[in-house]
Nanobody, 117 residues
Framework: QVQLVESGGDLVQAGGSLRLTCAAS????????MAWYRQPPGKERELIAT???????HYRDSVKGRFTISRNNAKDTLYLQMSTLATEDTAVYYCNAKSLLVAGDYWGQGTQVVVSL
């Protein structure tokens, strides 16, 4: 089992920056891929960025060039650096971890980001 706890969500003005953090604990050695998802108000949850154990990253088109996903060397902390935030980025942001070995799919509780004009 893997436990994920997000933090860093806040109210920020459009054009501003914010960094989200996801602390992972438990069987973190089994994790193959970590990701950030978000769920805007009234919409479905969407994938915005992924990072593999090898450091390969992939981003949703709408956040490319503005968001950066990264992990620390111990691979127990996931980050999402967000810049040039827009009102469309308002959402609950979720951390996700997947383990192919144990077929695990783990989620955090989410952290709220609100971008105001």
């Amino acid at each position: 089992q893997v436990q994920l706890v997000e933090s860093g969500g806040d109210l920020v003005q459009a054009g501003g920056s914010l960094r989200l953090t996801c602390a992972a604990s438990g069987d973190i050695v089994s994790i193959n891929v970590m990701a950030w998802y978000r769920q805007p108000p009234g919409k479905e949850r969407e994938l915005i960025a992924t990072i593999t154990n090898g450091g390969y990253t992939h981003y949703r088109d709408s956040v490319k060039g503005r968001f950066t996903i990264s992990r620390n060397n111990a691979k127990d902390t996931l980050y999402l650096q967000m810049s040039t935030l827009a009102t469309e980025d308002t959402a609950v942001y979720y951390c996700n971890a997947k383990s192919l070995l144990v077929a695990g799919d783990y989620w955090g509780q989410g952290t709220q980001v609100v971008v105001s004009l």
